[in-house]
C-alpha cells in the first residue's frame, strides 16, 4: 500500500512540474511582458526601410527638366486610320484606359497598330503616361497583326483566347 502512495505521489508531482513549466513558457512568450533572463535577445519591430527625402531632391533645374509633350502635340502616325474603329480592348495588355488615349491620339485600328516601326512606337509611348512601355512589354503590334488579320486561331495559339 506504502509502494502505491509513493507512485501517485510521483506521478502528481511530475505533472505539477510539467503545468508549472508549460505556464512558465506562456507567460514568457506572452506579447507585452519582459523576460526574467536579461541574456536571452530582445526581438524589436522591425523598421521600415523609407528613406525621407528633402524638397530639393525633387526640384529640378532647366537642364534636368524632361520634356513632356503637350496635350495637342500629338504623334504623326504612319498610316491614319480608314474604316470603323476596332476594339482595341481586344489586345492583352490594353484596357478602357489605354483604349481611350489611343483614340485621342488618332489610332483606332488593329492595322494601325500593326503597321507601327520602331520609331513609331516611340513616339506613341511618350505619349502614354504612366502606361509608358506596355506597347513592347505586351507586345501590341504582334497581336494587333494577328487581330487584324483575322487569324483567330493563330492569336490563340500565341496570346491565349481571346
Keep these: 500500500m506504502t509502494q502505491n502512495i509513493y507512485i501517485i505521489f510521483a506521478v502528481v508531482a511530475l505533472v505539477a512540474l510539467i503545468v508549472i513549466w508549460l505556464f512558465l513558457r506562456w507567460r514568457a512568450n506572452a506579447p507585452g511582458q519582459r523576460l526574467a533572463d536579461p541574456n536571452r535577445p530582445r526581438l524589436e519591430p522591425r523598421k521600415p526601410d523609407i528613406i525621407l527625402a528633402s524638397a530639393a531632391d525633387f526640384s529640378a533645374t532647366k537642364s534636368e527638366a524632361v520634356p513632356v509633350p503637350a496635350a495637342s502635340d500629338k504623334p504623326r502616325i504612319a498610316e491614319p486610320a480608314s474604316g470603323p474603329a476596332d476594339d ?31 520609331a513609331d512606337i516611340a513616339e506613341i509611348d511618350a505619349h502614354l503616361g504612366q502606361f509608358a512601355g506596355r506597347i513592347t512589354r505586351d507586345a501590341w503590334v504582334e497581336q494587333a497583326a494577328f487581330l487584324a488579320r483575322g487569324d483567330a486561331d493563330g492569336f490563340k495559339a500565341r496570346f491565349g483566347a481571346l
Design 88 to 118: 482595341l480592348r481586344r489586345i492583352k495588355g490594353l484596357g478602357p484606359k489605354l483604349a481611350a488615349l489611343l483614340d485621342d491620339l488618332g489610332v483606332t485600328r488593329f492595322d494601325q497598330i500593326a503597321a507601327w516601326s520602331d
